[in-house]
């Protein structure tokens, strides 16, 4: 196959049963009901100004219904459940502005440990995401003599860290980090952080840490796709609402057939996006991963670009929820990286199907 600029869809799976199960839609309907009831845009602003330091408070409350024990194993004091039921969360609780570690405590953290060998160590990792404990894979590590620099969403407040140096995986508890904390654009919070590689602990090395590393990467990496597709509609709400309801010439604008057509391509690219998200997550190999990743940049860029110009100057105003949103959208971009890397190995993988 000749590679292109973009998922080629035809090469992508056509017949895949994408229904919920009862238990999911029992799921779903929790997490969409505390989306509606504590995600409004007052509660997410004030959040955003908080402690960068301090665990968020909704953390808890998401904990409370089992969210962070989704992933862990029912002989850690976890759920059990398979990534996407995770993924399906992670996609409704984004319409809500996500500013809580669910995607790299709650689905990263503990894809990542399953791949290790078990331990006291990891055992008790587990036991602790499972109750709620924060803990996060850091990034983009460094090693400067005997210490190791790098950089997580969520590090700020992490009780415990995991990084891959020199094919070792480390744990690292909060007491032995420096951090850095700051907020990313969008309001969530993150951190630089150094540590002395002496106090870390070793929880694999070789071939199974880099291969837990990968799951942990790949997993964090669909849920942030699911988490921005979420995101995305409720984007394309608002300015459908926006367009129902704006008035030019004595009518809504959404009557004009260009304005309509437009809202029309973004609804095309949304469920493009979410139906090869949802491929990506049940079948979880890296051509049809990097495919999806691949096109949530084209879909989170374009709609909230589109959503901006459809909205005029007010949705560029801070006080407008839909500036807010669109922050997130490019957050949610930065952190899944490189769109080219990706094309490059989705165009790679294509050539030789």
Known sequence: MRASSAPNFTDFPTKMDFSLTEDQSLLLSTCERWVRERCTI?????????????????????????????????????????????????????????????????????????????????DG??????????????????VDGARVHAWAPHASYAEAVLVLVDDKLYAVESNALTRRAYRQIDGSAAAEVTFERAKAKVLAQGTTAIDAWQAGTDAARIGRIAEGIGLAKTVLDLTAEYLRTRKQFGQPIGRFQA?????????VLYEQSQSLMLAAAMKMDARTLDGAQVLAHRALRTIAQQAIQLHGGIGTTQEYALSNYVKRMFAIEFELGNAETALARFASSSAHV
């Open 259 to 267: 304005l309509a057509h437009r809202m029309a391509d973004l609804l």
């Open 42 to 122: 007052e509660i997410r602003r004030a959040q955003a100004k908080g402690d960068t330091g301090a665990t968020p408070a909704a953390w808890r409350e998401l904990a409370d219904l089992g969210l962070s024990a989704l992933l862990v194993p029912e002989s850690n004091g976890g759920l059990g459940r398979p990534l996407i039921d995770a993924v399906l969360v992670a996609q409704t609780l984004g319409r809500g502005w996500l500013l809580e570690p669910l995607i790299d405590s709650a689905i990263a953290a503990p894809s990542l440990l399953a791949r290790v060998a078990a331990s006291s160590e990891r």
């Open 125 to 142: 990792l587990l036991e602790r995401i499972a109750g709620g404990t924060v803990v996060v894979p850091l990034r983009d590590a460094r």
